[in-house]
Structure formats: C-alpha cells, structure tokens
C-alpha cells in the first residue's frame, strides 16, 4: 500500500553553518494521525512548511502519495499539486465568503461538500460568513475545507492554540472522530503534550536545533518509555531519582522499585506523580507543596536532598511528615 507520506533525510537551513533540520525521517499510514511535538526553535513550523510546499528543503526527499515532490534541494512538485492540505492556527478562512463557499473553494463536488458540512455540524450555517461563527465553528470550516479536496495527507499547525482549556479536549475529539471517518492522514503540529498524548495514534518527539525526531512512537511509549530525560519532562509531571540497578529491581531513596527492563549499576529512574504515593506518618520524607487535582491532592515531597511528585489524599498539608512508596516497574533512562 502507498503511504500518504514519507520523509527521507529531511534538512534544511536558512543561512549557512545554521542548519535548522537535519536527518528528518518520518511516515504517515492510511488514516493515521501523528503529532509532532519540541521546543520552540526545534524546527517544527519549518518541517510543516517544507511538507507543505512553502519552503524547499535543502536536502533529503519528500514523498507525498507515492509522488516524489520534493528531492535533493529541488521542488518536484509544486504546493498546490502535492494533494496537502493545510489548516493554519489561525484558521485562514475567506472573510467574505460563506461557509459553503469556503469549503466549496477548490472542491467541485458540491455532494462532498454537502457530506462535509454534514459530518462537521455545520449544515445548518452553511449560508454565515467566518465572522457569524465561534472559534470552534471556524476551526471546522476550516478543516472541512481542507478535507474537502481529499489530500492524501493533512498538516494541521496549532490547531487548537486558540481554543480555551475547557473546550480543547471535546474539540480535539471531534476533530479526531471527523478525521478518522473520512479515513484522513494527518500529522498534527503542537506544543501541548495533553493534546499530542490524547488524539495521536503515534507521538513524534522533534529535538534541536537541528531539528531531528529523535523518538517516535504510541503515546503510552513515548511516555512511559522515553529515550531521554527532555522527553520525559516535555510530556509530563516527572521526577529523576538516582538508583542502583541489581537485574531486576533498583535501590531508591525510597525503597527497592522493579524495574521495566532489567539493568546493573548506577541508573536515572523515572517516576510520573502517579507511580508514586505520600503515606502520612513515620518517616522521613516530607510535604512541601501541595494541589488539588480532583481525584485527590498531588504533593511535592522532598527526602534528604530529593523531591518526587506524588498522589496523597485530600487531606494532605504542605509540612506534613511521611514516606514515599514508588510503585513500579519504572522506566530507566538509557545513559
């Protein structure tokens, strides 16, 4: 089967000796939906761009449904023609045009239109223009437009950046229950972990510069099993506790903890708020911040010159005495 996409030693730089991407490899499946995630300056807007057809990459090759569009610092096909399509953060929608006119743009089946604004909710505003709509609506003209002309793969950059916290999650899931009924490629372009770790069937994780995937993988992977510890902060809460690995199990300042995979010697753990629980009482750990996370109360405990995040009951106050029970297995980092 031909894949949507393929990226083969994708590097790029703006001016010489400062190379923005290096050695980019990277695939999309049938219907799959990939968020890539790094750091500001990691490369991010400028792997989208060169995907997309707005930037030529210097180097490497760029396979869009089979087709070479781009290889060896030459464009071979141009934007308009790769079968992408592109939904920008800030939704780019034609202002005086309707939203059956936006969608319409470039789609001359109006029964796939018809189909699109069915499927995204917005049959019944068809004939409002951008600025009649929510955030939420725009942003679903705006994939439904994009969807419209049935690219082989779809570049969604922020896509949810404007959208408050409450509305992010149910958004998200909407946008990823309208990709996968159209049976829609895409690979979605984000800062936020929870946004990545939530919708994606695959996490890839961009360091730099020069921007390099340096770990690609399902989100339960990538975050519990992450190749470095940049990685690991990036997709949440965490703690790094020195350890001695003997085979199966590790010695802490918190106790023997199994271990994901076995090692010998002197290793990094990492323990997520969640594998680690305050037990109130003797010992020699303490609180010494608290939040409430709904469920029950989240706590910094420090013990001796180590801290871990960690769930506690509701009742737990900064200052509070106790232990630290990790539970495992925990994930050692390589190096």
Known sequence: MTLPLVVEGLGHAYAPGAPVLEGVDLTLAQGELVALVGASGSGKTTLLRCLAGLTTPARGRVVVGGAVVAEGGRERVPAERRGVGLVFQEYALFPAMTVRDNVAFGCPDPARVDALLAATGLADLAARRPAQLSGGQQQRVALARALAAQPHVLLLDEPFANVDAPRRLDLGQEVRALLAGQGASALLVT?????????????????????????????????????????????????????????????????????????????????????????????????????????????????????????????????????????????????
């Open 191 to 335: 800062h936020d972990a929870q946004d990545a770790m939530t919708l994606a069937d695959r996490v890839a994780v961009l360091e730099g510069p020069p921007g390099r995937i340096v770990q690609c993988d399902a989100p339960e992977v990538v975050y519990a099993r992450p190749v470095d510890a940049a990685i690991a902060a990036r997709l949440g809460p965490c703690a790094f506790v020195p350890a001695e690995a003997r085979g199966e199990s590790a010695s802490t300042p918190f106790g023997e903890v199994a271990l994901v995979a076995a090692r010998t010697g002197p290793v990094t753990l990492l323990v997520r708020p969640e594998q680690a629980r305050f037990e109130a009482g003797a010992g020699d750990a303490r609180v010494v911040a608290r939040a409430f996370v709904g469920r029950g109360a989240r706590v910094r405990v420090r013990a001796g010159e180590r801290e871990v995040l960690a769930e506690a009951p509701l009742g737990a106050r900064a200052g509070d005495a106790g232990r630290v029970v990790v539970v495992g297995p925990c994930w050692a980092l390589p190096g």
